[in-house]
């Protein structure tokens, strides 16, 4: 095998239609996060090859992220190494009056920190591979977000300016960065959302659209132009 993809988050719902997809290719290894049960994650997508390994890991303790990319090292002579970013809180409704440092720092840690850590020991150990990076946005970033989300608002931003910023670093080097914003779409990451807006959520043919979009980019080749936000 000579491609590896790496995805955090891969119990969410866009995560589980990744890999039902890419298991497919006998020529791809899976290197899959989660914060829960593994067992259950196995059992909902019926694997039945053994081009994976689960890492069990909480992204909102740098010890569990420490962790994760220890496990991650002992991959790192893949040539073609792919990360799809999904990691995220789930989303809760509250006022600014009612939110603490805390909140926003959760969020950031899972979201941003996790994925900053993991490409800082990639890039300074593994110059040798194409690495191709996509992370999982929101529609946030072009239209207005959802009333009392703050916490999830700020750390989606704080990863368009990891985007852009990587992207002018390396646009001359064999590393591809690439963001995806959908709208929102029905997931357990918004199960908490009062019904007036979950009811109004779309759903299926979303995750249909962005899965096709991420399996698109992960089949192109590294490119030397600087990546760009696709709006699904």
Known sequence: MKNLVVITGSSSTLGKNLIKKIIKNKNTFLLLHVNENKKKLINEINIKNNNFKIIKADFNQDSKIKYFIKVFQKYYNFKNISIIHLASSNLKIKKFKNYKWQDIVKQLSINLKSIFMI????INNNSKSNIKIIILLSKIIKDKPIPGTIDYTIAKFSLLG????????????????DSISPPMFKS??????????????????????VTKKILILLNQKTKKTPGKNYYI
Do not use: A, C, G
């Not at 490409?119 to 990639?122: E, G, R």
């Not at 357990?188 to 659209?209: A, D, R, V, W």
């Open 162 to 177: 990891l985007v852009n910023s990587l992207n002018i670093e390396f646009r001359n080097d064999r590393i591809s960065i």
């Open 119 to 122: 490409l800082n020991n990639l």
């Open 188 to 209: 357990k990451m918004i199960k908490n959302l009062p019904l007036y807006i979950y009811q109004n959520i779309k759903s299926e043919h979303i995750i249909s659209k």
